[in-house]
């Protein structure tokens, strides 16, 4: 006669399969649209210059979007993508959503901002997948924890919010270090 522990064992294999399963669907079904800075993590010395993308994963029926990125600007400025124009502005980027009409593409390096909103424009389709709507690079300036954060709306063709999760970024920065070594010189 089998003790409680190897029946305990026996409905506990019989159990894990279906606990598993339950646990897949779940995730799977809370999976949705994100827009992320990448990379979202790093460690970068003073005077790098980091690039950056804001990228759009797992869109459906996509047709405008509109971003806005805060950073610390003691730390971080944003590196002109385009200095023939005033201002200073992101590349914009085809990757998925085509840039038709460029509503916003401002950065403010005193205020540590990104604005940057885009629409497409008939007779362009609807796009869905994965892709890059911006990038720019980042000068780093300062030393210490600089934290991106991004507010989005997505929108389809017809208007209608599409929802998603932001993901911003958290850079380590540190002060650049010279290293001096010495000179050794043989004497004539």
């Not at 003790?3 to 949705?32: C, H, K, R, S």
């Not at 797992?58 to 005033?86: E, H, I, M, N, R």
């Not at 940057?116 to 980042?138: D, E, K, R, W």
């Not at 389809?156 to 850079?171: D, K, Q, S, V």
């Amino acid at each position: 006669m089998a003790t409680i522990w190897q029946m305990l064992a026996w409905l506990t294999l019989l159990v894990m399969p279906f606990t598993t399963m339950d646990f897949a669907f779940e995730q799977q079904g809370t999976a949705g649209t994100v827009v992320k800075v990448v990379p979202a993590r790093g460690n970068f010395g003073e005077g790098a210059q980091i690039q950056v993308e804001i990228r759009i994963v797992d869109v459906q029926d996509l047709y405008g979007a509109d971003v806005k990125l805060a950073f610390d600007p003691t730390l971080l400025q944003v590196v002109d993508a385009d200095p023939s124009t005033a201002g200073v502005q992101v590349t914009p980027r085809n990757d998925l959503l085509s840039p038709d009409f460029i509503i916003k593409n401002e950065a403010d390096n005193q205020a540590g901002t990104v604005w940057y909103a885009v629409t497409q424009l008939n007779p362009s389709p609807p796009v869905s997948g994965t892709g890059a709507l911006f990038s720019f690079a980042f000068l780093v300036v300062g030393s210490g924890t600089a934290n991106v954060t991004l507010e989005q709306q997505l929108a389809t063709r017809t208007g209608e919010i599409i929802p998603a999760e932001g993901r911003g970024a958290t850079y380590e920065l540190v002060e650049s270090t010279v290293i001096y070594l010495p000179i050794v010189m043989k004497n004539p």
